[in-house]
């Protein structure tokens, strides 16, 4: 069973930055397409970012390209979001998730993806 843990979320103020980890401790995220979604109470899950297995391809959602990026160390079997300018709108419960199928593009579909994290609090307030 594949098992992804989220980590580095927090409560930062406007304008700063946090990096979120996800580690598949169990299982190998190589050859894999990985995402990043978040979700806030009463709203359906949204896509952040996404990354293709080759990390050749990334996609952003309209809301944060700029200022977030996505990336992976198939080494570490990490996936990480680098999250800079924070703004309170990002404030949600952001979620790993991972294609278990090695097709080399990115998917930004939440029922595209067969496996997902615990999800890791974002808060952005003054």
């Known amino acids: 069973q594949v098992r992804l843990d989220e980590s580095g979320g927090g409560l930062v103020q406007p304008g700063d930055s946090l990096r979120l980890s996800c580690v598949s401790a169990?299982?190998?995220?190589?050859?894999?397409?990985m995402g990043w979604f978040r979700q806030t109470p009463g709203n359906e899950r949204e896509i952040v970012a996404a990354?293709?297995?080759?990390?050749?391809?990334?996609y952003y959602s309209d809301s944060v390209k700029g200022r977030f990026a996505i990336s992976r160390d198939d080494a570490k079997n990490t996936v990480y979001l680098q999250m800079n300018g924070l703004k309170p709108e990002d404030t949600a419960v952001y979620f790993c998730?991972?294609?278990?199928?090695?097709?080399?593009?990115?998917?930004?579909?939440?029922?595209?993806?067969?496996?997902w994290g615990q999800g890791t609090q974002v808060t952005v307030s003054s």
């Open positions: 998730a991972m294609k278990a199928y090695n097709g080399n593009h990115y998917y930004i579909l939440a029922e595209e993806y067969d496996y």
């Open positions: 169990r299982n190998t995220i190589t050859d894999y397409p």
């Open positions: 990354v293709s297995w080759s990390n050749d391809d990334t």
